[in-house]
């Protein structure tokens, strides 16, 4: 099985900064894409950015300039470096990995985190 542990979420004011980190634990899987969705109140579940094993990224408009997805694939971790944060980045935010375990591809989700900026 593999699981996904979130970590870094929290209050801070708009302008400032955040970092996430999301690690998989477990055995015997390959993970393929690496991402960070999100989800406000009263909204769909949207993506935020993602990277691949091979390090190409797609980061969403809304977040492209002060968002940066990094991953470390010798530690199946994937963390997001959010600056200049503004109100409206104020969502649950979840990792999702893209895996092979045992022949199957699936996908997995973290917990979720909050992030809440305040104006």
């Known amino acids: 099985q593999v699981q996904l542990m979130e970590s870094g979420g929290g209050l801070v004011q708009a302008g400032g900064s955040l970092r996430l980190s999301c690690a998989a634990s477990?055995?015997?899987?390959?993970?393929?894409?690496m991402g960070w969705y999100r989800q406000a109140p009263g909204k769909q579940r949207e993506l935020v950015a993602a990277?691949?094993?091979?390090?190409?990224?797609n980061v969403a408009a809304s977040v492209k300039g002060r968002f940066t997805i990094s991953r470390d694939n010798a530690k199946s971790t994937v963390s997001l470096q959010m600056d200049s944060l503004k109100p409206e980045d104020t969502a649950v935010y979840y990792c999702?990995?893209?895996?092979?375990?045992?022949?199957?591809?699936?996908?997995?989700w973290g917990q979720g985190t909050q992030v809440t900026v305040s104006s």
């Open positions: 990277i691949t094993n091979g390090g190409t990224t």
């Open positions: 477990g055995s015997g899987f390959s993970i393929y894409v």
């Open positions: 999702n990995f893209n895996c092979n375990f045992k022949s199957t591809l699936r996908d997995y």
